[in-house]
């Protein structure tokens, strides 16, 4: 025990005993894990009567004090008052010390020990932090009522300074009640930096006073089929000066910076689409309806500086943060190229190309943000031309800029794509809902990890943390929000704060369900799908046999998955898997996964297994011709308002592979097919978007054997669009054939129309009628 810790217990603790090292069965669920935590015998027990005392009667530390007894009321219905005198015993004690050692002003020290808890911190963000750990103390489980505290000591400080989270409210517009809701849970996992993306092609959600076409006619777009079948005729919205006045406020009280990003020189058309002389054809464009890279860029006249000169002073009227993000991302300098003015400008400043101009663009800004006491960040790109020495850079396209811009001693945050693009599926599932492929599981975002092995030690000090990033093209509401978001963010706390060395997936798995529980008892939409079981079986083998090995899985990879095979509801009592299962067909099954104290930890899932079901294969199961990995899940709409149903595509090849199947006793095909709006801006990439004859007027569905040049099986005709629904059925007899063939399904509709998915694919025996038997 070393001396500080000994003079505490003296003072503290009365009467008490020197202890000794008492590591506990169970570790506390804390996310993210502290620095440091030893433990010691004894405990604490809380109840109702066990005060937090404010020793030095500060308003900052009262604040804390009264945040801290609202999450434990809320998620543990134990209601603790909040005092203002001397400590007094057996009391939970928030006490700041400007004399406190810790080397970091976001650290702290907590204490458990039989007569008390005590949290002390230099800094108001560290005494914050300290009751931020101490609210994960207090709610270890899912139990409502008093709270027993083993005896342990914390000494804890973030790993990094930038702790961030981006949030798209361009593409798809949140509530201020919404994003409030997002920042508490920031500030439960202690993240510090809130960037909020306010201005895009398809929405400027800033209001700015000077400027009030920006949100007259740039906060609002035509959706795609505005006005048919329940589209509304427009959508949008900003927030007020006041809304944002009020989140900045509600953030700082959580100890949060909101930095602000307004998107430059790219992604302009709505603010081009306010004010057509910002842009450099002089057309006014509509507010853009599509996702994707669009071409519309600022003009580079002293008109359009001035605007952005007034613009950047409402902006940081309104956000006291010390960074301003200028975005800087997919200029696509085709305007740039095709305008003599432009062209003229770029000459007489002596600029070599484009990216050049960008390059003096940013840096025009940058020089106005530093006059003005702020400082520059922007996406990679800006490091393509000349770029202010004091501006810090975003590493988005993978993490080579941050290893380019450390290296010219230029601060980063790591927020690569797709790592740390929260957008992305957190799994393959059928269940999950709409997002980017590939992948970003739970466990790949835990692994991240922020310093490239590429930077020397020197270098390193540049890594300022790194930030996930929520784009919400595919997020509509906060529903889909959070669950892209939760628990992921669990993974990026402790990314940003714990010690590399600490990092243990096991150990951060096992402290995952009270979390969960947090969550529940907080309204926080999480999603379960790294404990959800995924139940697979051999189809040809079991197609051919009518017996399977049954396998479950699931991406935690620890032993928590119970099942029944009767199609009963799973409990923590029911059949632990732990080796593969030799069924016969037909039978349903259901799994769930418990913890290894009995809480639920995802939601039972059920699949049938029999032949119909077998033959039956979902869209979203079947991959990609080979050719092209692109591939998205979306909704039938874009501004849909559920989480399902949704569809996988490829904008660039309609083509999909229904798996090996035996093929003897196949006598047709069903196809649920779906019609899905082409609403994707590719710019340059638009040349790799596979164009097909047809010999129908609409395009039709062909069906391939084997391969997608083998031979053609059926063609489908597709309906015609503006008479047909969205969703609509294709029927065809098989030809006879023996053994194992897989199917490719390539779509011919032309490219300037709409998008085609498979919903569902099924294979039948029988008459065509459809009957299987």
């Known amino acids: 025990m070393n001396l500080a810790r000994l003079v505490f217990c003296l003072s503290f603790c009365s009467a008490t005993a020197m202890v000794h090292a008492a590591t506990p069965a169970v570790s506390p669920p804390l996310i993210p894990l502290p620095a440091q935590i030893s433990y010691a015998d004894g405990a604490f027990d809380v109840d109702a009567k066990t005060p937090i005392v404010v020793v030095d009667r500060d308003a900052s530390t009262r604040k804390t004090a009264d945040y801290l007894a609202g999450i434990v009321a809320r998620t543990r219905g134990l209601h603790l008052r909040v005092e203002e005198h001397p400590a007094s015993p057996k009391a939970i004690v928030l006490q700041r010390d400007p004399q406190a050692t810790m080397a970091n002003r976001e650290g702290y020290v907590l204490d458990v020990t039989p007569q008390g808890i005590r949290i002390s911190a230099r800094d108001d963000a560290g005494l914050f932090y300290g009751a931020m750990t101490l609210a994960q103390l207090l709610t270890p489980d899912d139990k409502h009522g008093p709270v027993h505290v083993v005896a342990m000591h914390i000494n804890d400080q973030p790993r990094f300074v930038w702790r961030g989270l ?14 409030e809701t997002l920042l508490d849970q920031m500030a439960q ?18 209001e700015i006073k000077r400027y009030p076409e920006l949100t007259h006619t740039g906060a609002w777009r035509k959706p795609v089929d505005a006005g048919r079948d329940g589209q509304p005729l427009r959508y949008g919205g900003f927030y007020t000066q006041e809304q944002i006045r009020q989140l900045v406020a509600y953030a700082a009280a959580r100890y949060i910076t909101v930095v602000p990003e307004i998107d430059m020189p790219g992604h302009a058309q709505a603010a081009v689409a306010s004010y057509p002389f910002l842009g450099v054809t002089g057309k006014r464009p509509p507010v853009s309806e599509d996702w994707g890279v669009h071409p519309y860029l600022y003009n580079v006249d002293d008109a359009t500086f001035t605007f952005m000169d007034n613009v950047l002073d409402e902006v940081m009227a309104l956000f006291p943060s010390h960074y301003i993000h200028v975005g800087g991302d997919e200029a696509v300098k085709d305007q740039w190229k095709a305008s003599p003015a432009v062209q003229a400008k770029m000459h007489a400043l002596g600029l070599k190309d484009e990216d050049a101009l960008q390059g003096w663009f940013i840096s025009r800004l940058g020089r106005y943000l530093s006059a003005h006491g702020r400082r ?3 996406w990679d790109e800006i490091l393509g031309g000349a770029v202010p020495d004091d501006a810090a850079v975003m590493s988005w396209r993978g993490i080579q800029g941050a290893i380019d811009a450390a290296r010219q001693g230029h601060d980063v945050v790591l927020s690569p794509s797709p790592d740390l693009y929260f957008d992305q599926l957190q799994s393959d599932r059928a269940d999950e809902i709409a997002g980017r492929i590939p992948v970003r599981s739970l466990a790949s975002v835990y692994a991240f990890e922020p310093v490239p092995k590429a930077l020397n030690v020197s270098q390193a000090t540049h890594v300022l943390g790194a930030q996930a990033n929520v784009w919400t093209e595919h997020m509509p509401t906060i529903a889909h929000v959070e669950h892209a978001m939760f628990p992921r963010l669990d993974a990026l706390s402790e990314v940003d704060w714990s010690p590399a060395a600490a990092r243990d ?13 947090r969550y529940r008892e907080q309204q926080i939409g999480y999603a379960d799908s790294a404990f959800a079981p995924d139940i697979t079986v051999d189809r040809t083998i079991a197609l051919t046999t009518g017996a399977a090995q049954l396998t479950l899985t699931n991406q935690a990879g620890d032993d928590t998955l119970h099942y029944t095979l009767d199609g009963s509801v799973p409990t923590v009592a029911s059949p632990l898997y732990s080796t593969p299962l030799a069924v016969k067909l037909p039978l349903t099954v259901r799994a769930a996964a418990f913890s290894s104290s009995g809480m639920l930890l995802a ?10 079901s077998l033959l039956s294969v979902s869209g979203n199961a079947m991959p990609n011709c080979p050719g092209s990995d692109f591939r998205l899940r979306v909704q039938p709409m874009p501004d849909a308002v559920s989480l399902a149903p949704v569809y996988s595509i490829n904008v660039f090849d309609s083509c999909q592979f229904y798996p090996s199947t035996p093929m003897d006793g196949i006598t047709r095909i069903h196809v649920d097919a779906v019609r899905l709006p082409r609403n994707y801006q590719l710019a340059h990439d638009a040349k790799l978007v596979v164009s097909r004859p047809h010999s129908t007027p609409f395009g039709e569905l062909v069906v391939h054997q084997d391969r997608c040049d083998g031979d053609v099986l059926v063609t489908l005709p597709l309906p015609d669009p503006s008479r047909s629904a969205r969703r609509f059925p294709l029927d065809a007899a098989l030809p006879v054939s023996h053994g194992s063939h897989a199917l490719c399904l390539i779509y011919t ?10 919903d569902r694919v099924t294979l039948l025996t029988g008459n065509a009628t459809g009957d299987t038997r």
Do not use: C
């Open 603 to 612: 939601s039972p899932r059920q699949r049938l297994l029999d032949r119909t």
């Open 166 to 179: 981006m949030l798209d409210s361009a593409r798809h517009m949140q509530s201020i009640a919404e994003i």
């Open 505 to 517: 997936w096991h150990g951060f798995v096992a402290r995952l369900p009270a979390q969960f529980a």
């Open 749 to 758: 509709a032309p490219i300037e129309g709409d998008l085609y998915a498979l």
């Open 376 to 378: 520059l960040i922007g």
């Open 189 to 206: 996992h202690k993240l510090n930096t809130f960037h909020w993306h306010l201005t895009d092609d398809q929405g400027w959600r800033i």
